[in-house]
């Protein structure tokens, strides 16, 4: 999950930076998909040099893209966003989503390897 942190996040990044550059936006809020792009990056690459913290930084990162995903898209309905801001809010839900699928595939994954460990086996 560290390395999907890693790629979601340079992801979002190269959107943010994208978007703000052809729409020629002075604004910062072109860039939060790179602001929190950078965030999932840092997580990840954390994640890497600490295993220890990976469940906990996973977690986190996880509750960051349900924020992210439940904020853009509430962003893109309450201001009924167009152009470049609506693309921008679509791809950060879309990668956000993607992400948060993926970690609660993973968490499940984990959790039933857990629970088959502690099974003893009848042999």
């Known amino acids: 999950m560290a390395n999907n942190s890693i790629y979601s996040g340079g992801l979002l990044i190269v959107v943010g930076v994208f978007i703000t550059i052809v729409s020629d936006s002075g604004s910062a809020t072109s860039l939060i998909p790179a602001f929190i792009g950078a965030v999932f990056v840092v997580i990840g690459l954390v994640a890497r040099a600490k295993p220890d913290w990976n469940k906990h930084l996973m977690h986190a990162a996880a ?26 809010q679509i791809t950060t839900i879309v990668v956000l989503g993607v992400f948060l699928v993926l970690a609660i595939q993973s968490f499940r994954a984990a959790r039933l390897a857990r629970e088959a460990e502690a099974v003893p086996s009848s042999t």
């Open 63 to 88: 509750a960051i893209a349900l924020l992210g995903v439940v904020g853009s898209l509430g962003s893109a309905i309450g201001r009924s966003s167009t152009g470049w801001a609506l693309v921008a």
